[in-house]
Nanobody
Framework: QLQLVESGGGLVQPGGSLRLSCAAS????????IGWFRQAPGKERVGVSC????????FYADSVKGRFTISRDNAKNTVALQINSLKFADTAIYYC?????????????????WGQGTQVTVSS
């Protein structure tokens, strides 16, 4: 049974950095595209980045391009999201999900499942 656990969030000042991790249990991420989403207060959940099954394809939303980096470690069954130069607008709960594929602007989930997410708060 698929379980995804997001971690690494926290309270940071603008300009700071965090490294988020998505760990899977009961499921092997290897061979699947993975996406990171975020949901800001009062807003819909949106995709911000994805990585292809082999790790050679990545996409980023325009709002995070150049500041976020997605990577995967199939041996550890994890996907990471390095987030730098944090802005107030990055405040949100961040989630990971298994995708059908990783294409620019497409974040269709393979399974109707969300983990608990990890809170990122940018505040001075």
């Amino acid at each position: 049974q698929l379980q995804l656990v997001e971690s690494g969030g926290g309270l940071v000042q603008p300009g700071g950095s965090l490294r988020l991790s998505c760990a899977a249990s009961g499921f092997t991420l290897d061979g699947y595209a993975i996406g990171w989403f975020r949901q800001a207060p009062g807003k819909e959940r949106v995709g911000v980045s994805c990585i292809g099954s082999s790790g050679d394809t990545t996409f980023y939303a325009d709002s995070v391009k150049g500041r976020f980096t997605i990577s995967r470690d199939n041996a550890k069954n994890t996907v990471a999201l390095q987030i730098n130069s944090l802005k107030f607008a990055d405040t949100a709960i961040y989630y990971c999900a298994v995708l059908y594929a990783c294409y620019s602007g497409t974040y269709d989930r393979l399974y109707d499942y969300w983990g608990q997410g990890t809170q990122v708060t940018v505040s001075s």
